[in-house]
């Protein structure tokens, strides 16, 4: 069956630095477009970025563009997230997730469109 499995999260002062992966089994992950979300405690899951098949569309959300960096190694079947000046308000559980629909529907539709879910890794912020 298809397993999303999520590392690298941890705690980390403001204006550091983290980098997620997500490992990917039980899928063509070419043919999948993949996403990042998080979600705060409280708060609604979010959209964070998202990377075509061959990895030329990367949306991003407002709150983290130019400060995230969304990356895929097909031949790995990994999906990163490289995130820099990491803020307080950045604190949330990080999900990866597959799509079969284009990056920018993705983007526009959010957490819908997502076929499959990892169980994601905390990230916490320290100010």
Known sequence: QVQLVESGGGLVQAGGSLRLSCAASGLTFSNYVMGWFRQAPGKEREFVAA??????????????????????????NTVYLQMNSLKPEDTAGYYCAASLKPAQVVSGTGAHAMEYWGKGTLVTVSS
């Open 51 to 76: 990377i075509s098949w061959r990895g030329t569309v990367t949306p991003y959300s407002d709150s983290v563009k130019g400060r995230f960096t969304i990356s895929r190694d097909n031949a790995k």
